[in-house]
C-alpha cells in the first residue's frame, strides 16, 4: 500500500521558517513526483508546487503565491520529500498535503500521451503562522 | 494561469437524486481535468481522471465527461455518503489549478 506522511507542522511566526517533511512507502520513490496542496480553514484546495522524479530531473514548479519564498527538495535515499517554507505570512496557514501524481496513457483519435492524477494524499501536517 | 470555475458552489439534493455538477476552464485543457471528492475533516479523494475514467474503487454511480473547457461530473443516484465537497482539477499546465468547489448538502 502506497503511503505519504507528512510531518513538521506547527506555529510560525510572521517572517518565520518552517521546514515539511513527506516521508513515502510502498512505491518506488525516485520514479515518482510529489507535489503539494494546501488547504486553509474552511477553503478550497489550493496546488503549492512540485518536485518531479529522477526522469524528470527533479524539476521543480511553485505556485505564484509562494515562489521565491519556498523550495520543495527530495533525499530518495530517505524517500522523503522537503518543503521549506520561509518568509511565512500569515496568509499561509493551512493544512499541507503531499500527493503523488500518477499517470495514465491514453491514444485516442485526437493522439497519445499521458493523464495525471493526485491519487495519494497524506493525512496533511497544519501550519498556523500566527504572532 | 488556466482558471476553473464550478457551478454550482452549493448544491442542495435529496438521497436518490441526480446530480451534475460543472466545470469550466478558462482556456481549452483537452480531457486533461480530475475530481475530487472532500469529506468534513477527511483528506481529499480521487474519483476521475482523463476527464472520464473512473478511479479504480470509485462506485459506478460516478461519471465524468466533457472536454476542451466545459466538464461535468454527474452522480446518478446520491447515497447519504456522496455529500461532500467535490473540486474539479486542471493537469494541463502549471500551475495544477482547482476549482472553487461545489458542497453538496442534504435536503
Known amino acids: 500500500e502506497v503511503q505519504l506522511v507528512e510531518s513538521g507542522g506547527g506555529l510560525v511566526q510572521p517572517g518565520g521558517s518552517l521546514k515539511l517533511s513527506c516521508a513515502a512507502s510502498g512505491l518506488t520513490f525516485s520514479g515518482s513526483a510529489l507535489h503539494w496542496v494546501r488547504q486553509a480553514s474552511g477553503k478550497g484546495l489550493e496546488w503549492v508546487g512540485r518536485i518531479g522524479s529522477d526522469a524528470d530531473t527533479y524539476a521543480t514548479t511553485y505556485g505564484a503565491s509562494v515562489k521565491g519564498r519556498f523550495t520543495i527538495s527530495r533525499d530518495d535515499s530517505k524517500n522523503t520529500a522537503y518543503l521549506q517554507m520561509n518568509s511565512l505570512k500569515t496568509e499561509d496557514t493551512a493544512v499541507y498535503y503531499c500527493t503523488r501524481l500518477e499517470r495514465s496513457f491514453y491514444y485516442d483519435s485526437s493522439g497519445y500521451g499521458y493523464f495525471y492524477y493526485m491519487d495519494v494524499w497524506g493525512k496533511g501536517t497544519t501550519v498556523t503562522v500566527s504572532s | 494561469d488556466i482558471q476553473l470555475t464550478q457551478s454550482p458552489s452549493f448544491l442542495s439534493a435529496s438521497v436518490g437524486d441526480r446530480v451534475t455538477i460543472t466545470c469550466r476552464a478558462s482556456?481549452?485543457?483537452?480531457?486533461?481535468l480530475a475530481w475530487y471528492q472532500q469529506k468534513p475533516g477527511k483528506v481529499p479523494e480521487l474519483l476521475i481522471y482523463?476527464?472520464?475514467a473512473l478511479q479504480s474503487g470509485v462506485p459506478s454511480r460516478f461519471s465524468g465527461s466533457g472536454s476542451g473547457t466545459d466538464f461535468t461530473l454527474t452522480i446518478s443516484s446520491l447515497q447519504p455518503e456522496d455529500f461532500a465537497t467535490y473540486y474539479c482539477?486542471?493537469?494541463?499546465?502549471?500551475?495544477?489549478?482547482f476549482g472553487q468547489g461545489t458542497k453538496l448538502e442534504i435536503k
Open positions: 482556456q481549452g485543457i483537452s480531457s486533461h
Open positions: 482523463g476527464a472520464s
Open positions: 482539477q486542471q493537469l494541463k499546465s502549471y500551475p495544477y489549478t
